[in-house]
């Protein structure tokens, strides 16, 4: 009788069972490779884009922007008003009548600067007050929108190059002792908004806070700077004396109020916030076409047509809106809230707020003999500006305008500054000595030069070598074809705007391809020697330099893999 076989009996047993060398790929046949990781919880993508991911600070006056590098636009933008640095629990301005509330005269001397973070003029200033709005505005970029920790990256530090020493040390030092970065590199905003512009030599024109101020980049490098104290805050501080005007005079007043204001007139002081000018500025101010006749008046408009206003590569959709025309029958009124009564409106002549901008950033011809050289008009310093570069950087600076700053985005006011600056070079040239004397000099040299008789030249059987017809080569013609193949026409000589993307975008651009800055600094160095342990060179540059020293001479001071220099801030 046959027994039926079981399940272990058909199972093999462990010494006939067979082994996984089939399994193997053969070493002729191709495989894919394993791949080595770094470790069992991370991959090497993860860890290369920790170590090499930077970030950029740009730190001006008013705000303070961060983000990463390689992005687009900054991941925030904090400022350093009143209100971003109000105490826990401090809710007044949510209490019923508060934007109604009688406000505090101010002194336009000191009028804004709660607001802002630092000022040239450090006569007085406390610079304690500029560590400790650093410090919160810093952590709170990190803790709020950066969400990482400040240990580990690299830092490029956007800065003015005109920023006093006290202020550099007292930046950099608070980086350094409360963030612990390993390392911060130094970048001027006019050349990066010349790379986020995408060329490599223009003109900046930084319509700032304070002041504007024009430097000419050439190659990259800043070889020229001018500036004015015409900026927005002048014209904030204009647009509250109009308002306040306004409101004085579309109110009734009875006899005392009428008498006390009419006495606070004139002494310097103003009533209305920095806010709300500063609202009314970015909302409702623009700047007319350049005028031929007479200024507008405040019965009429009396202004010339067909003017011509050049384009600077921006449309009307980017200046939030059509221009207002220039010639109308009546004047249009615009209905505000009041800057005293929000509840209350304010009728204001839409062309008031263009006279403001007029005041503030130009002035009328017979008015510029009588200001300083730091007063000058827009159009007049860029003018400056141009004439104090050698020919050829001029050739490229004023072909590549570029406007940044706040001021910049006042719809017409591009316009209106290439238009003013394309007839200054109409009418004078590129000659520097101007008025009644330098006409009549010009005017005498060309009547001489007409009434002078041309010399015949003298006939030889000989041509000289210089007036004989240069032989063509045609070896030489073809290799410029060649040359001019590849190359891209370049504009010169012609007025003409650049639109840029700004000073951040241009460090994030710089940084997302790991170029090396000249000012470099490393947190160990800075802290150990300051300031003072940065070399001052005439000439900097980021390629590393070659030294020899001899056999007995020692190296003093700090050693060549730790020193820095302060580069265009020195």
């Avoid at 082994?19 to 490779?33: F, R």
């Avoid at 207002?324 to 204001?348: A, H, N, W, Y």
């Avoid at 650049?498 to 947190?523: D, P």
């Amino acid at each position: 009788m046959t027994s039926t076989a079981t399940y272990f009996d058909r199972k093999p047993s462990s010494s006939v069972r067979p082994g996984l060398s089939h399994l193997q790929p053969d070493p002729s046949s191709p495989h894919t490779p394993q791949r080595q990781f770094s470790s069992t919880f991370s991959s090497p993508s993860v860890s290369f884009r920790a170590e090499e991911e930077a970030i950029i600070f740009e730190l001006g006056n008013r705000h303070l922007s961060a983000g990463f590098a390689g992005e687009s636009c900054p991941r925030c933008k904090i400022a350093f008003g009143l209100e971003e640095f109000r105490k826990v629990g401090d809710y007044r301005r949510w209490l019923p009548g508060y934007g109604e509330r009688i406000r505090k005269r101010m002194r336009l001397d000191t009028w804004g600067e709660d607001h802002e973070l630092w000022r040239m003029d450090l006569r007085g200033f406390d610079l304690g007050t500029v560590e400790d709005k650093v410090e919160r505005a810093v952590r709170e970029a990190y803790n709020k929108y950066l969400l990482l920790d400040s240990k580990v990256r690299k830092v490029y530090l956007v800065l003015p190059s005109v920023l006093p020493h006290q202020l550099l040390n007292t930046v950099m030092h608070t980086l350094f002792e409360n963030f612990q970065m390993p390392s911060i590199t130094l970048l001027s905003p006019p050349i990066l908004s010349t790379v986020a512009a995408g060329c490599r030599s223009g003109l900046v024109v930084d319509v700032g806070w304070r002041e504007t101020i024009v430097t000419a980049v050439y190659d990259f490098r800043e070889v020229y700077q001018y500036r004015t104290i015409r900026g927005m805050w002048m014209l904030t501080r204009d647009m509250a004396r109009m308002l306040e005007r306004s409101e004085r005079q579309s109110r009734q007043h009875s006899v005392a109020r009428k008498t006390v204001e009419e006495n606070n007139q004139g002494d310097g002081t103003v009533s209305v916030d920095l806010e709300q000018a500063e609202e009314a500025t970015a909302r409702m101010a623009w700047c007319r076409p350049r005028p031929m006749m007479l200024r507008e008046s405040s019965t009429g408009i009396t202004s010339s047509e067909d003017v011509c206003v050049l384009s600077i590569q921006e449309s009307s959709s980017s200046e939030g809106g059509a221009m207002p025309s220039s010639s109308v029958d009546e004047i249009k009124f615009t209905t505000m809230p009041s800057p005293c009564f929000p509840r209350r409106g304010l009728q204001i002549p839409f062309t008031a707020f263009a006279n403001v901008v007029d005041d503030a950033l130009f002035a009328e011809p017979d008015d510029i003999w009588n200001l300083d050289d730091h007063e000058q008009p827009l159009p007049r310093l860029i003018f400056n500006s141009l004439l104090s570069l050698p020919p050829d950087a001029r050739s490229l600076c004023m072909s590549r305008m570029i406007f940044v700053g706040g001021g910049s985005n006042i719809p017409g006011l591009k316009p209106r500054i290439i238009e003013e600056l394309a007839t200054m070079v109409k009418e004078r040239g590129w000659n520097p000595v101007c008025g009644k004397a330098a006409d009549q000099r010009r005017r005498r040299l060309q009547e001489t030069s007409g009434n002078r008789k041309a010399r015949e030249p003298i006939e030889s059987e000989i041509p000289a070598a210089s007036m004989a017809p240069q032989v063509h080569d045609q070896i030489d013609e073809n290799l410029r074809l060649e040359r001019e193949k590849h190359t891209a026409p370049t504009v010169s000589g012609m007025v003409r705007g650049v639109e840029s993307l700004g000073a951040w975008v241009g460090g994030s651009l710089l940084a997302s391809l790991r170029i090396k800055g000249i000012v470099e600094v490393e947190k160990d160095t800075f802290l150990q020697y300051g300031l003072a342990g940065a070399k001052r060179e005439s000439e900097v540059s980021a390629l590393p330099q070659r030294k020899s020293y001899g056999a007995d001479i020692p190296r003093m001071g700090i050693s060549d893999k730790t020193s820095w220099t302060l580069g265009a801030w020195a």
